[in-house]
């Protein structure tokens, strides 16, 4: 928990600077509009009617909403880069958004509560998504990172385990969360971990084997950032619900016989997203 | 039914059903702006694929979400139209406002099919299940968007769509171009910004 939080806060002014500029460039649009309209309509006295946009007026944003959209497809496919793209995008879309809120929804010419009302919800709407990408976010830097390695070696402490498997999982590379590598019990106790590099819903390694006859200590590290478990329900055995950052551990009786068996997430819909995988008893 | 021109006499001075049209919109920003973050945190987190980047085909999504665009457009000519006392353009803009929005289910369909041909279902993964749910969200909105264009068309054709009530077209307005941002929106985050 700390270590995510820690990754949030790093990249906390890059989210707050995206979110800003991006309401920031809407509420400009529609300040700017509105007080050129006032200029306007104080100069021409009373005649306020005139001011009411013209379908060729309609029909040039129809133009500029196009050129926008085509400019946000160019920016994408010619890919200048994650760190300028999104800032880009979100700018232009913001654009976009303003104008069509303020002459197609005719905000600009309309009374000020009801832009008041709308931006009142919007913005609250913004600040509901920054909390939820904030809490629930899962954030990992684009270069490996001094914070993820110091957190697998707390794992290695905590755990005592120090196996070759750790050293894989510690190593993998931050975007390949998927590895099919599978694990065997060669001590007596086995490590099985979930939320690795960021992906939340898949068990890692998602293959394991162990002897038939004997007992094994399996443990349960959950690194994503909500609770999960370990089951095996065709052999009866769980390791119960493990909080976002803790591990459980239980000790499971392997049958005699060989076989291949399923363990999941048993929480609703987990195994569904992924969380499944094989345990093969030789 | 009474001349709808005068309205009543409100604390504000303005529409009451206007206000209550722009506050629903407001609380809807809520409801999309929950989905769009549910996508955004979970859409990287599958164990199991097809991930974002395997099967968004952006440039047809540019041309839907442009096709949403022009809409907007007919839609403001059809209200101008209106509040000209033009019953004749009126009629033919909101038809193409339909057909434009009948024309982005349609890719929405065909996108979902192409989708679920290549393995992505509401249940394969995590993606899958927020994607669906955020985009069909989307497009009931759209598809109720439709209908209330339809239902304008008719009431016109019987004449029931004066020009003095054209705040009724001007609210259905409203309602058809925030659908427009919000894909404006989801255009964005989910197509365009890389996972
Ligand atoms: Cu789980």
């Known amino acids: 928990m700390e270590t995510q939080l820690a990754t949030f806060l790093a990249y906390s002014p890059l989210i707050g600077m995206v979110i800003g500029m991006g309401s920031a460039a809407a509420f400009l649009i529609l300040y700017k509009a509105n007080q050129m309209r006032q200029l306007r309509v104080e100069s021409a006295g009373s005649e306020a009617e005139d001011d009411h946009p013209t379908p060729t007026l309609y029909a040039q944003i129809a133009g500029i909403l196009l050129i926008i959209t085509i400019i946000e497809v160019v920016v994408v496919i010619i890919d200048i880069g994650t760190l ?27 009374h000020k509560l009801f832009s008041t009302m709308f931006l009142g919800g919007l913005f ?33 402490h905590l755990t005592h385990v120090d196996s070759p498997l750790m050293t894989v999982l510690g190593l993998s590379g931050s975007d390949d969360g998927h590895s099919e590598e599978s694990a065997s019990a060669s001590s007596g106790s086995m490590t099985i971990t979930s939320g690795e590099s960021g992906v939340e819903f898949a068990f890692a390694p998602a293959t394991v ?15 994503g950032t909500i609770a999960h478990d370990f089951a095996i329900p065709e052999l009866g055995f769980a390791i119960e619900s493990t909080d976002a950052g803790q591990s459980g551990s239980g000790t499971l009786a392997v049958p005699a016989t060989p076989g291949t068996y399923d363990f999941i997430c048993s929480i609703p819909g987990h195994k569904e997203a992924g969380m499944v995988g094989q345990i093969v008893i030789n | 039914m009474h001349d709808e021109n005068v309205g009543h006499a409100t604390t504000t001075g303005l529409d009451n059903r206007k206000m209550l049209m722009w506050v629903f919109l407001a609380s809807d920003c809520l409801f999309f702006g929950s989905l769009i973050s549910t996508y955004m945190v979970m859409r990287s987190q599958s164990g199991v694929g097809p991930f974002p980047g395997d099967i968004f085909d952006i440039l047809y999504t540019s041309v839907s979400a442009f096709v949403l665009l ?29 057909f434009l929005g009948a024309i982005f289910l349609g890719g929405q369909y065909y996108e979902f099919t192409v989708f679920v041909a290549e393995g992505l279902t509401l249940s394969t993964n995590i993606f899958g299940t927020t994607f669906f749910v955020l985009t069909g969200f989307h497009g009931t909105h759209v598809a109720i968007g439709v209908m209330m264009l339809l239902s304008m068309y008719g009431a016109s054709v019987l004449g029931k769509l004066p020009q003095s009530s054209s705040i009724n077209l001007e609210l259905v307005g409203l309602y058809w171009h925030f659908v427009d941002i919000v894909w404006i929106v989801i255009f964005t985050i989910v197509y365009l910004i890389p996972s």
């Open chain 1, 84 to 110: 300028i793209l999104i800032p880009v995008l979100l700018i232009l879309s913001a654009i976009k958004f303003g104008f069509v809120i303020g002459y197609y929804m005719h905000l600009k010419f309309d």
């Open chain 1, 124 to 156: 609250l709407a913004i600040g509901v998504m920054a909390a939820l990408i904030g809490l629930f976010g899962n954030f990992t830097l684009p270069s490996d990172t001094v914070l993820a390695e110091s957190s697998s070696h707390e794992k290695h």
């Open chain 1, 209 to 223: 084997e162990v002897a038939a006859g004997e007992s094994v200590q399996l443990i349960f590290d959950n690194k």
């Open chain 2, 70 to 98: 022009m809409s907007s457009l007919t839609m403001v000519l059809s209200l101008s139209a209106l509040q000209r006392g033009d019953h004749k353009n009126t009629r033919i803009w909101l038809l193409a406002t339909a």
